[in-house]
């Protein structure tokens, strides 16, 4: 989760909420393809993010 105070626990509480509520223990999947998916959209955004400041600052 994020670096916010607390939100590991928020986390750990709705994941209790999630698997009291399913009946069944839940664990998380990693998806190799899928991350690296999201990973070079996310470094795109970031590098657009960046020209998009330098164009600010020079135009």
Partial sequence: MG???GSSA???W???QVTAA???ERTAVFDKEGYKGRNVVERNFNTFKQWRGL???VG
């Fill in 3 to 5: 670096s916010r105070p």
């Fill in 10 to 12: 928020v986390h750990t």
């Fill in 14 to 16: 709705m994941i209790a």
């Fill in 22 to 24: 399913s009946g069944t």
């Fill in 55 to 57: 164009a600010g600052i």
